[in-house]
């Protein structure tokens, strides 16, 4: 990766950090799209309970991870909501950004074995106009040193 491209990687994952962190305490606690319609159907009280009615809510049952320490949008032990919630949100975006940059790393390109750079050859080598191929040094001109004829003559095509 080039330094001129850490200062951008950087600031887009202060920007998520900061969003994950303290933002995402100011969101909606009403139910989203889903759940609202999930709930069509039945009563539901102040503390989201259902009170009566019949809907699709009712057969909901618990996550398997439902006790997992990140669940419910919070680190439990944590008993400060603001606190549990920002926690939750940055150790989410690290997580995120851990195993991106690690498949990122992992798929990065790589040259070919033994070359060392852009000017190294990888095929054969060509000549696309008449005159000696390699005739100052004697090569075959290219820097593989392959196809053409070392013998200074042409290859016409």
Known sequence: MSKRSWPFLLGG???ALLLAGVVSN???SHPDGLDSSLLKGCTVNADDEIT??????????DHELADSPL???GVRGIGNDFLSTGLSGVLGVLLTFAVGGGLFW???????AGSTGPAASTGPAT???????GAATGSTGSAGGQGAPASGTTTER
């Open 52 to 61: 009566g009615g019949s809907c699709p809510a009712q057969q909901a049952k």
């Open 127 to 133: 000549s696309t106009g008449p005159g000696p191929v």
């Open 71 to 73: 669940a419910d949008y």
């Open 13 to 15: 994952l202060l920007v």
């Open 26 to 28: 100011y969101a909606s």
């Open 106 to 112: 992992l798929a990065r390109r790589r040259g070919p």
